[in-house]
């Protein structure tokens, strides 16, 4: 659910989602591999009143979405430290997303066709961080990523007529620092991370990830 600032009224969307995770460590370098991929639904449409005090509603539109990435690196400790261990650790993530096109109408006659939507996205960086072997520590770490968008782009045509190709293609910077933290009894684990990115197409701020699991 959201709301419109130009204009009064909102617009619903709806996302339901299957996710698979995977993932590769070596013990002996530090070396990881994962593999996740998800598969999403998306239902929604929108109501406004525009400028004229004409309200403008649209029919429901019904999309999918896959998902699938693929992540390496490795963790170099700076010292053997049995309780305190500082590492970097080099990282590469190739994504690719798809979202499937669809057709939006209005009830004041007007209508907009969105094709296909394909996504490449290559990420590659490095986190600098503290390890605490010892359980109810809290562990820190700083993230500095490059992100490249190599594909991005999608077709919309308006009314059967004008055509817009808005494209994603461009290069951008994140970074971010977060904590991990499990309890003595290895019973609760939290995990926190916060990011921002330099300007891309769209700029952000300040995500904020936070994360509780708990083992029964």
Do not use: C
Not at 40 to 60: Q, V
Not at 196 to 208: G, N, P, V, Y
Request: net charge positive; hydrophobic share 30%; proline share 1%.
């Amino acid at each position: 659910h959201g709301k419109l600032e130009e204009f009064t009224n909102s617009i619903h969307l709806s996302q339901h989602e299957f996710g698979a995770y995977s993932t590769w460590f070596n013990t002996r370098n530090n070396r990881y591999f994962d593999i996740v991929g998800r598969l999403a639904n998306y239902t929604g449409d929108f109501t406004l009143t525009n400028r004229s005090n004409t309200e403008i509603s649209s029919n429901k539109i019904h999309t999918k979405s896959i998902l699938l990435s693929a992540e390496m690196g490795q963790r170099f400790y700076s010292k053997k430290d049995i309780s305190r261990q500082y590492y970097m650790e080099p990282e590469v993530q190739v994504t690719y997303h798809t979202i499937g096109g669809y057709n939006m109408y209005m009830n004041n006659g007007l209508s907009s066709v969105t094709d296909d939507f394909r996504s490449l996205l290559v990420r590659a960086g490095v986190r600098f961080g503290l390890d605490q072997t010892q359980l109810g520590k809290f562990n820190p770490y700083l993230k500095f990523m490059y992100e490249k968008e190599w594909k991005g782009f999608t077709k919309h045509t308006f009314n059967k007529v004008a055509v817009e190709t808005p494209s994603k293609d461009d290069s951008w910077f994140t970074y971010g620092f977060g904590f991990t933290y499990e309890s003595k009894n290895k019973n609760n684990q939290i995990y926190f991370e916060t990011q921002a990115s330099t300007k891309h197409k769209i700029k952000q701020s300040w995500q904020i990830n936070l994360g509780l699991r708990h083992r029964f």
